[in-house]
Structure formats: structure tokens, C-alpha cells
């Protein structure tokens, strides 16, 4: 119960630092580009591959501690970094044919679902 616990805190921290810090890079850099998400999804990217390399290679962290981090933390503040560090390890395995279903399927995938939730959510 303490890890769920745990897991809830940390994906609440997550989401509340994603929420803030993309709404402050938007302000500054006024444009219309989602310039806020972008910069919030490529950190995420970066700090979730720092972490689970460090974390890794020198074995500081427990499983548990390191599924709190990555998991809720990360998980909130960004799904991206799951969804590249997932697909970078496809390549890394040379399933190129899985890289391309997992890349393409979910963009291409979830703006037609995401077009269609739109529609039917109006229609409602």
C-alpha cells in the first residue's frame, strides 16, 4: 500500500511540475506553437534517460524507488518519455518493424482517435 501511496504522490508532483513549467515556457517564448508541451516532453526525454542510466549503471536506487521516479514522477510529468525510451530500445534490438508500428501506429493513431473523440464529443 505505501508504494501505491507513493506512486499517487508522485504522479501528482509530476503532473503539477509538467502543468506549471509548460505554462512557463509558453508565457516567455509567446508563440503559438505548444512550445511549452514540446520543451516539457523533450525534458522529460532527457531526465528519464539520465535517470534510468544512472540509476542503472550505479545501482543507487531500488526497483521500487525507481519505479516511483520513472514511473509515477515521469509517467505524469511526460508519457513521451516512456513512449521514446520505449521505441529507442526498439531500435537498440533492431526491431525495426515494431519501431515503425509503435511510432507511426500511436501518432498516426492517436490524432485519428483524437479527431474522432473531438467529433463525437460534439455530436454528444
Do not use: H
Not at 502543468?19 to 516532453?41: D, E, K
Not at 523533450?42 to 535517470?51: H, R
Not at 534490438?93 to 474522432?116: M, P
Request: proline fraction near 1%; charged fraction near 10%; charge should be positive.
Amino acid at each position: 500500500m505505501t508504494k501505491i501511496i507513493l506512486l499517487f504522490c508522485a504522479g501528482g508532483l509530476g503532473s503539477l511540475s509538467r502543468y506549471l513549467l509548460s505554462g512557463v515556457f509558453q508565457r516567455a517564448i509567446n508563440i503559438t506553437f505548444p512550445i511549452g508541451t514540446y520543451l516539457v516532453n523533450i525534458i522529460g526525454c532527457f531526465l528519464f534517460g539520465l535517470i534510468w542510466a544512472y540509476a542503472q549503471d550505479r545501482l543507487f536506487l531500488s526497483t521500487e524507488a525507481r519505479t516511483i521516479i520513472l514511473t509515477g514522477f515521469m509517467g505524469a510529468f511526460t508519457t513521451f518519455s516512456t513512449f521514446i525510451f520505449e521505441s529507442a530500445a526498439l531500435l537498440d534490438s533492431a526491431q525495426w518493424l515494431y519501431f515503425l508500428l509503435n511510432v507511426a501506429g500511436q501518432i498516426i493513431t492517436g490524432v485519428i482517435l483524437l479527431k474522432f473523440g473531438l467529433t463525437l464529443g460534439r455530436l454528444l
